[in-house]
């Protein structure tokens, strides 16, 4: 039986200076895109150069992790994967 990957993808190595706009247009055209979440530095209050990104279904989170992890965005590699289960 093949492993879920769930909806939440984790994105990594993200721009200091990535919004959250801009992260939702970059994997807009894998699917609909139902949340994205930045982790902020409180101090800065610049990103910590990673976040999250929800789908609506399963399959279009497939196709933005093989669309998108590796790919270099703003000068950086990024990675994507499945968000992990903090339950």
């Known amino acids: 039986m093949a492993q879920r990957i769930g909806t939440k993808l984790f994105v990594s190595r993200l721009s200091f200076y990535t919004t959250k706009d801009q992260l939702k247009n970059l994997f807009s055209p894998f699917g ?10 409180s101090k800065t209050g610049r990103t910590k150069g990673f976040g ?5 279904s399963e399959n279009e989170a497939l196709k933005a992790i093989k ?15 499945p968000a992990k289960d903090t339950r």
């Open 32 to 41: 609909q895109v139902t949340e994205v979440n930045l982790v902020m530095d």
């Open 52 to 56: 999250f990104v929800s789908y609506q």
């Open 67 to 81: 669309a998108m992890n590796g790919r270099i965005i703003a000068g950086r590699l990024i990675f994507v994967e």
